[in-house]
Every structure is written in C-alpha cells, then in structure tokens.
C-alpha cells in the first residue's frame, strides 16, 4: 500500500481525504496545527516526524505549504500540493528542486476541471459566452476563482471577438471579456454554468459540487499519477487523456 | 364568429395574431399605418374604417394607441390594448369611459404571467432569491422589462429581507434588492430563470419564448375574457383561476 | 415559549428537527423507540411520559404514529403528523376525535409543495407536460413519491388532452397521461423538475433539497399553524396563502 | 470565391445553406428534385449540369446521395455529404474512389459534436451518467440518433460499470447500459443533456438547436476543411482541435 503524509488532515478537506483515502492507502501519519484525537500519528510541527512515506500530500495552509514542500523533497517523497499560497518564486524553485513528481492541484474536483477544458475547446467555435456561478452568501468574494480561471481559459482560446453588447449592472463582471455574474443563495454551495450561443443554438455547460468529498477522487488521481512523474506539473487537467 | 378589428395587424406580433385568429375569429378590417396586400380588408386611417366589429385588438404603436381606443370605446367595441405606450393619465381616462370590457395587457405571454405569479408566491417563503435573464444581443436596453417586472413582484411579496450578501460588478443590478443578472448572446430569444434559495433547499422558475406565436394563446385569452368584462382590467394575471 | 413533544426524535428527520427548533421551542420530551443521551428527557414508552405539551409533534414510523396520535389527542395537544403509514379508516378516526388541530403533513418540503401547486396551476394552460425526478441510486422504487402526486395533481387539473406522443421505452412512465422519468445518478440527493412546452414557449419548474434539515422550515410552518386550527387538515399546501 | 454545387438545395437545411453561404462562397448551381424559382442555375437531373467547381455539397435524399458522390468524384470536385443513407459498402467504394478530399457529416451542429466528444472524455471519470433528450411531438421515433449515439460513445470510453440502479418504466431506455429518455413536448425543437453524477459532485452537459440555421457553421467548418483533405473522413468531431 501506497503511503501518504498528510498536512492539513484535520481542516474540511483533510477531514474528506482521511475518510476517502483509508481503504487504498496508507496514512502514516498528519501534520497539523493543532494535536488531535487520531488513530494515526499526529505530528504539530516537522522536526517531530518519524517516519517515511511514499507521498506528501499538503492540503495545509498557505503560511506552512513552502516549508512542508521542502521537506518532502528533502526527504524523498513525491508530494502532491492542494493547499494555496506559493508565489511564483517558490514553484521555480520547487521545480528546480523536483528528483520526484511534484504536482500542484489549484482545484482537486474533477467536475470543475473538465468544465474549465470543455469551455476552453467550446470557445473556438462559440466566441459569444457568459458564466453564471452560485454559491452560498456566506462566500463574500465575487465572482468565484474558478469563475475567474475559466472566463481566462474561454479569452485565451477564442478565435473571433464576441459580439458587441449591451453594457450596464446587469450585465455582469467583464473577466478578459467574458461577462461573469455570481449568485449568492442559501441552499447553494459551489456551482458554475457556461452559456454558449451561437446560431440558433446553445451549448451549455455546468457542474456543482456539495461537499468536500467531491474533491477525493481528483486527490485520488494526483496520488496515483505523482508517482510516475519526475518533475513538477502544475493542474489536474494535464492528467486528463 | 366574433369579429374583431385588428390594429397594427402588419407588425411581427399582428402577422401572427392574424395566423392565430384565423381558425376562430372573423378578423373583419385591419388599421395599419401603411396599406399592405391581404385577403382582409386595410385602412390606413380611423376615417376609413367601414364595419362594426365586437372586439377591438389593439397592437399599434404608443403613437396611435390612445386614438384607437377612443374610436373603439365610441363605437361600442370591447377592448384588447397589447400595445404600450398609454400614460397614466390616458389609463384613467379609458377607465371613465368604460362602457365596455377593456382590457390592457402588458404582456401577452402566459409562461411570463404564470412566472410572475409563481415568484410573487415563492417569494413569501423563499425571502432570497435572484433573476437571470437572457435575450438576443439585438435587445440594447439591460434587464428586461419583464425581469425588473418580476423583481418588484417578488419584493412586493416578501415578508423577511433577504440574507445580506456580497456586492461587486458580478452581483448584478439591484432591482428593489434583488439581484438581476442579464445575459446577451445569440441563440437566445427570451428567456427567465428565478432562483430561490432556501436552507438547503433550491426552487427554480423559468421560462422562455422563441417567437411571436408564443404569445397568440395569451391573446385568444384575453378576446375570451375581455366580451364578459364590463369595465378596466390591467394583466393577464387578472384572467388566471 | 410553545412546548412540544417530539415523537421519532432520533430519526435523520427528528434530529434536524432538533437542531432546527432549539431557538424557538422547546421540546419538553422524545419518545423513541431506543434510549438515546441527550439533554431533553427520553422515553421509551408512552406511559413513562411525565409532562404535557402545546404540540405533539410525530415523525415516527408506521408501526407507532396512530397509538401515538391517540395519546396525544387524549392529553389534549395539538398534533403535527409528518410519519408516514396511517390508514384512511386511521385518518378518518383521528378527524372525528380532534378537538384540537391536527395537521398531518406527507411532505414539509416548502419548495416541493409550491412546485405541485405551480404544476397545478400551469397545467390548466399548458396541458403538454413531462416531469424529470432525479435521486441518488440508493432509492430503488422509480418514479418518486413526490413525482407521482405532482403527475396526479397536473392530471386532475388539466383542462385539454395532452397532443398525443410518441410511444417506447425511452418515454417514460406514464401517471395519469404525465409521463414521468427517473434519473438514479450518485451526486443526486433528491430533485423533480417539470417541463411544461406551448407554441413556442417553455415553462419549467425545479426544486431539489439536499438534506433534512430543508424541512424545518415546513415543520415550524406546521407548528404556528395546527394551534390555530380546531380540526384535521391535511396537507402544508393547505396553509400557503 | 471556392465554387460549390449544391445538391438538395431546397430542402430546409438546403434553404438555409443557400442563405448562409452567400457572402463567402459562389453557389454555381443547384441540383434539386424538381426546378426552382432562383437565381442560382437549378438542374434536375446530373446530364444537366454543365458548369464545374470545387466543392460538392450533398444534402440530397437517401435515393440520390451515392449516385451524386459518383458523379462528384468523377468531375474531381471535393465532396460534403450531409446526405444519410449511404450503406457501409457504399462508403467503402467511396473511400477507395477518393482522389481528393470527401468529408461525411452525419450532423452539421457544432454543439451536438462537441456534446459529444465532451460526454465521451467525461465519462471517463463519471461513469455514472443519463440523457434526456427533447424534441417536438412531430417526432415519432425515440430516443433521438443524437441520444443514441451520444450513449454509444460515453459505454467505449466509461472504464468503470455504473452503479445498478434501480429499473422500471420511469428509468429510461438502455442504449449501451445508459439510460435515455425523451421527451416530445411542443416549443422544443432539438435539445439533450447529459447528467453526469459523481460523489457530490454533477456535471451537466446541454445543447439545442432552435433551426437549421445552426447547422451553418457547421457546413462552413466542413468546406473549408474539406480542400485540405485527400482522402475521406467521417463526422465533423474529426475536424476539431
């Protein structure tokens, strides 16, 4: 069995990747803020590891994500990064550093992954596209980054201008020219919608995700995939076929 | 076979009315700014008009409506106004001169008035909510009239103020505080969806119409009623059980 | 504060129904068919109730709800019935011996309830209509509860024949003339969208919920309203304005 | 201007193909079942033809379509077939016969083909998946070709069984283990969707279209392509990037 350790295993999606990972592979151990009640070793800071693993998976925070990374590199691991906060500096020198796979995963849901590659395939042939995107209100940025990210994916693969159209309040976020309007409703947590319009045709295009269990089988993929690369990839779309 | 004079009868919502009515209506003279070729006798001005008929439909322009009216009303004919443009001040005079049923209809379309009906009750339990609407990049103007329309419905009903949420350009336009979102792109004639968010619970009303015929059941409707009525009646939602 | 005595507490229902009602109630007493810990007294038997109650409040099972709707009537409380599994005779008996309200309710999901009585209403203008449920694959009877009601109610209310269609395994069920198909597809909790189609023009409504605790507000609908009430009402529809 | 014969032309999708490629291409001649009113030289039989060009575009009948190729490939012109009918031995002797290029489309909507390819790639992820298709009740046979062959391509590449899931009426047609279903309601033209459901995750995938008139692009897409061939291939999926 395959073994894993695990910074971040105690926020929501350490909470899901502990439940979703126990019956493939090993955890040997988590890195975490806080001690824990575990039937796993829970480590709070790296100096107090014991232990080796095939794979660091680092689901932590953007403060410990850096100094975790080079310790996994140090120590030989592959190391799968789903937490948020490298700066463009410290993925070049990841990378320089890189013996093992290293893979950094901005979005582990596979949904929003295939929604952001077939809209940017769709935009070649249907220039004019909007985003509608719902989330909860509790969530008090707009639009989404996902939103955001996908509306940059549509501008840098279409092949014609949009029409021209009407401006005003209503008519959303202008993100690279892709006009972008956020709901925010109780009973919604995470989804995203592209509209294409073309000729007397729509092509449409949504995914939502209700938990952070969602996001176990993209980890899924990265671990199964980190460990036949030998440099850094950055997105779980460079897995897809 | 009820006779009915048609006004504005060459326009794309005239054209077709007159395909609609022909199974079960007598359309007995058209008043049109312009003469036309037709099988249907053709006035161009008020002066000309020959016949009698029990029903005066009225789809011209805001230019001619009011002048119409009064013919209609002089010459004891029940009334049909779809045509805007009607002040205030002209509705209350027509209201006076009302021997009649007259009828004023703001919008034909029965999916629209059942949305709008459906909402304004949503509304009383599902305080949060938000309009999408989308139109043909053609249409300048941003929301819709019907969207807006739908919106002061929705917020003339609801008994809680909706949760507070994030603001920014993706939120939309507020229309009595809810947020309105107006897409433009080809491939889309008229369409809107109300999102109601509730506690882990979504309520979603849409509706959409492809073209002018859309609006003829709406019509035959409003003939039906409009020769029971015997006074001023404002909306297609009046007619509804 | 109005008191209640909760009956199947310790159900996925009755245990939203805790949480939800905590501010605003106070449940003097369970009764479950198992010792539970908990902070509000349990019983395990009608006859070790030691307190009385406003509301009898009863999302038990079959085998229970109708001896307990007897004690409660003879204790002189309210009583709101969400168990399922009373016979007519039992429903019939129970209507003869209220004094006080009884509100039995199949269903407390406020968008569910408003989704049949929009149905309802549109069926009357648009006879053309098919209903998509969508659940999760662990619900193995097709098509859903809610989907068959829904199908029963357009039915009875429709004022035209539907345009005769075409026929096969791919067109679905068929309740009441309503053809109605199921999805069983993971992600899915419980959703039912019905699609209504006229002369260019759609009418589609949708709702989902996805959890429990999406009835609570129907059930505290309930509660404010079965003290009001002095017979037996069947229905949270009964209650909308 | 790349000159183009155009078979079939006065069908509707000929209708449309006459107005779409008007400002871009020199229709030299219409070959049509019976003679015109046009502006274009109409033929009715293939001894008539007496000019040359580049393209032949084929929307002709089952009866006529291989017997045009014939003569197409005979005259050295590039062939578009959006004709049905041609038998496997047919296109054999097609394949054989090429000299320059000849593209068979068996649908011209850029949406479909891209529904398509994107249910194909999904379901490499989601096994778990169902179509719902709409049409207009003129349409008798279900499910449509587009559903059936949208299913076939998501059971070659889905590399998981789907969950079993419960059967019955309301459960849809299987084609390749995936459950279909059709709707025939009237203002729906051509319209499917392809739920696919993961661990609370759903993706969803959504085309229509409202005219032939989308089926222009598509037709564009295929005479441009269709020069830089010499040899033939089959569906416009093969032409995306």
């Given at each position: 069995?395959?073994?894993?350790?695990?910074?971040?295993?105690?926020?929501?999606?350490?909470?899901a990747?502990q439940n979703?990972?126990?019956?493939?592979?090993?955890?040997?151990?988590i890195l975490?803020?806080?001690?824990?009640?575990?039937?796993?070793?829970?480590?709070?800071?790296?100096?107090?590891i014991?232990?080796?693993?095939?794979?660091?998976?680092?689901?932590?925070t953007p403060?410990?994500?850096?100094?975790?990374?080079?310790?996994a590199?140090?120590?030989?691991?592959a190391?799968?990064?789903?937490?948020?906060?490298?700066?463009?500096?410290?993925?070049?020198?990841?990378k320089?550093?890189a013996?093992?796979?290293i893979?950094?995963v901005?979005?582990?849901?596979l949904?929003?992954?295939?929604l952001m590659?077939?809209?940017?395939?769709?935009?070649?042939y249907?220039p004019?596209?909007?985003?509608?995107?719902?989330?909860?209100?509790?969530?008090?940025?707009?639009?989404?980054?996902?939103?955001?990210?996908?509306?940059?994916?549509?501008?840098?693969?279409?092949?014609?201008?949009?029409?021209q159209?009407?401006v005003g309040?209503a008519?959303?976020?202008?993100v690279?020219?892709?006009?972008?309007?956020?709901?925010?409703l109780?009973?919604?947590?995470?989804?995203q919608?592209?509209?294409?319009?073309?000729?007397?045709?729509?092509?449409?295009l949504?995914?939502?995700?209700t938990?952070r269990?969602?996001?176990?089988?993209?980890v899924?993929?990265?671990l199964?995939?980190?460990?036949?690369l030998?440099?850094l990839?950055i997105?779980?779309d460079?897995?897809?076929?």
């Open positions: 069995m395959t073994k894993i350790i695990l910074a971040g295993g105690f926020g929501k999606l350490g909470e990747i979703g990972l126990k019956a493939d592979y090993e955890i040997v151990g975490s803020g806080h001690q824990h009640n575990s039937d796993i070793p829970v480590w709070t800071s790296l100096e107090d014991d232990v080796s693993a095939d794979i660091w998976l680092d689901v932590s403060a410990t994500v850096y100094e975790n990374a080079q310790y590199i140090a120590h030989n691991m190391l799968v990064i789903g937490a948020t906060g490298l700066s463009d500096a410290q993925v070049t020198h990841l320089a550093s013996t093992n796979g893979l950094i901005p979005n582990f849901s949904s929003a992954v295939l590659q077939f809209s940017k395939t769709a935009a070649q249907f004019d596209v909007e985003i509608v995107e719902a989330h909860n209100p509790k969530k008090v940025d707009s639009p989404s980054g996902t939103a955001k990210q996908t509306a940059r994916m549509i501008a840098s693969s279409r092949q014609k201008a949009p029409a159209t009407s309040e008519r959303g976020e202008r690279d020219d892709v006009p972008v309007h956020a709901m925010r109780p009973g919604y947590i995470a989804q919608t592209v509209y294409f319009g073309g000729i007397d045709e729509q092509l449409t949504s995914q939502s995700t938990s269990a969602a996001f176990v089988p993209g899924i993929m990265s199964n995939a980190v460990t036949k030998d440099h990839v997105g779980l460079q897995l897809l076929n």
